[in-house]
């Protein structure tokens, strides 16, 4: 049973381009959640997704990012427009259920965003 | 607003030694909490969780406490090893969503 899939690992953009980085959840897990970590601090919360539905996107900024996660295929988060504070590592998790987040929640090994 | 945060940024201890992660949550209606090991260019790793009915919960070699009159969690690790050198966040679950705090640096000196 494959873990929480994320890729590319690494990703380097120009301003002003497109970023869009891709989550594949374990197998059976249909939620998944999005976060975003600077250099040296913590993880902070962007959004909530079941299939085909956003649940939460609180921690999502208003302009340039957005996220998906369709019937089929992985759960995307698109950056547009990048700019040099996108640069961070993004995280995503997936648990089979909602109702919270903890043992049943894995986390994948992230996309490092660069903007250059 | 909501936070977690930690109070010590770095914490170094000589390998066999126990270690004493703490962290200080704002949140008193969240009811459940967890540590996560976050090693170098990889995602966090779940550790040990711990509900607001509870006051401590132990694991392998590691133990969580929960002080709700103080807001205050902690993470033990006894008998400190090599491989636990890493980052460690604290965690509170809030509305379907976990909330982090900046994490901690453990080094662990051979």
């Known amino acids: 049973n494959a873990g929480v899939m994320q890729n590319p690992r690494h990703l380097v953009r120009r301003r002003g381009q497109e970023a869009r980085l891709r989550c594949s959840p374990m197998?059976?897990?249909?939620?998944v959640y999005w976060y975003r970590q600077l250099p040296e601090e913590g993880l902070k919360f962007m959004v909530y997704l079941q299939k085909e539905n956003i649940i939460d996107e609180s921690g999502m900024p208003k302009e340039r990012f957005s996220a998906e996660f369709p019937k089929e295929g992985p759960s995307i988060l698109r950056i547009q427009q990048v700019v040099r504070g996108d640069s961070a590592a993004y995280f995503c998790a997936s648990s089979p259920r909602g109702g919270g987040v903890g043992t049943e929640a894995f986390f994948g090994q992230g996309t490092r965003l660069t903007v250059v | 607003g909501e936070s977690v945060g930690l109070h010590l940024p770095t914490l170094s201890v000589q390998e066999g030694d126990n270690s004493i992660i703490n962290c200080a949550y704002s949140?008193?209606?969240?009811?459940?909490f967890i540590w996560y090991k976050q090693e170098s260019g990889k995602g966090p790793q779940f550790i040990i969780d711990?509900?607001?009915?509870?006051d401590k919960r132990q694991g392998q070699r590691v133990t969580v406490l929960l002080n709700k009159t103080v807001k205050h969690l902690s993470l033990q690790i006894a008998a400190t090893q090599p491989g636990d050198s890493a980052v460690y966040f604290c965690?509170?679950?809030?509305?379907?969503?976990?909330?982090f705090g900046a994490g901690t640096i453990l080094r662990v000196k051979s």
């Open positions: 197998k059976g897990h249909s939620h």
């Open positions: 711990i509900r607001s009915n509870m």
């Open positions: 949140n008193s209606a969240s009811d459940y």
């Open positions: 965690a509170e679950n809030h509305r379907d969503k976990l909330v």
